[in-house]
Nanobody, 122 residues
Framework: QVQLVESGGGLVQAGGSLRLSCAASGLTFSTLAMAWFRQVPGKEREFVSRVSWSTNSTYYADSVKGRFTISRDNAKNMVYLQMNSLNAEDTAVYYC???????????????WGKGTLVTVSS
């Protein structure tokens, strides 16, 4: 019922910024917790950030605290990830995900986008 499509990835220099967007379609968007994950070849999918549907509470992985900001616009069925002070270790495919429980576990997510590539040059 819910489909997610990421956009906004690309090539950016170290220290720069990017804003990722996730467009959701479906009737239950406002009831879902939304999250961003990232993955590089040969490594497990890594939690980045999440935002709840009930209180808009946010949570960030230690590696991105102070640099990334997650937000959602329920009226537009959109979720965003503002990424500042990017470094080479942020290079990955970034995935938008949704679930009924706000957690940092990939297995708890019910819906996934196909991902958008972020490449940070050093």
């Amino acid at each position: 019922q819910v489909q997610l499509v990421e956009s906004g990835g690309g090539l950016v220099q170290a220290g720069g910024s990017l804003r990722l967007s996730c467009a959701a379609s479906g009737l239950t968007f406002s009831t879902l917790a939304m999250a961003w994950f990232r993955q590089v070849p040969g490594k497990e999918r890594e939690f980045v950030s999440r935002v709840s549907w009930s209180t808009n509470s946010t949570y960030y992985a230690d590696s991105v605290k102070g640099r990334f900001t997650i937000s959602r616009d329920n009226a537009k069925n959109m979720v965003y990830l503002q990424m500042n002070s990017l470094n080479a270790e942020d290079t990955a495919v970034y995935y938008c995900a949704a679930g009924t429980i706000a957690t940092s576990r990939p297995s708890d997510m019910h819906y996934w986008g196909k991902g958008t590539l972020v490449t940070v040059s050093s």
